[in-house]
């Protein structure tokens, strides 16, 4: 059973926006603390953005100012928009639980590059 699954990937020149989707099929999507993470080559994969169900948002400092997270609770989808990208953005992104995510999806590749 495919949980997660990301769109919305590409490459993108330094400065460049991009905008990516999470469809989900899980239980009570609105009640759930969802985040999204990304995984660079040869690094660990990392949380940088959450949000509960109550819309708060917080993002790990790389990020924060320049990515937003966002959920639709009516479609049970979760949004990442990355505005300002560097190369250092570029990795395969993920969304998932914000607490012990499991059954991750085939991620979203965002490639950062002049």
């Known amino acids: 059973q495919v949980l997660f699954a990301e769109s919305g990937g590409g490459t993108v020149r330094p400065g460049g926006s991009l905008r990516l989707s999470c469809a989900t099929d899980?239980?009570?999507?609105?009640?759930?603390?969802l985040a999204w993470y990304r995984q660079a080559p040869g690094k660990q994969r990392e949380q940088v953005a959450r949000?509960?169900?109550?819309?708060?948002?917080k993002y790990a400092d790389s990020v924060n100012g320049r990515f937003i997270i966002s959920r639709d609770n009516a479609k049970d989808l979760l949004y990442l928009q990355m505005n300002n990208l560097k190369s250092e953005d570029t990795a395969v992104y993920f969304c998932?639980?914000?607490?012990?995510?499991?059954?991750w999806g085939q991620g979203a590749q965002v490639t950062v590059s002049s």
């Open positions: 949000i509960d169900w109550e819309r708060t948002t």
């Open positions: 899980i239980v009570r999507f609105m009640w759930q603390h």
């Open positions: 998932n639980y914000h607490e012990n995510p499991y059954s």
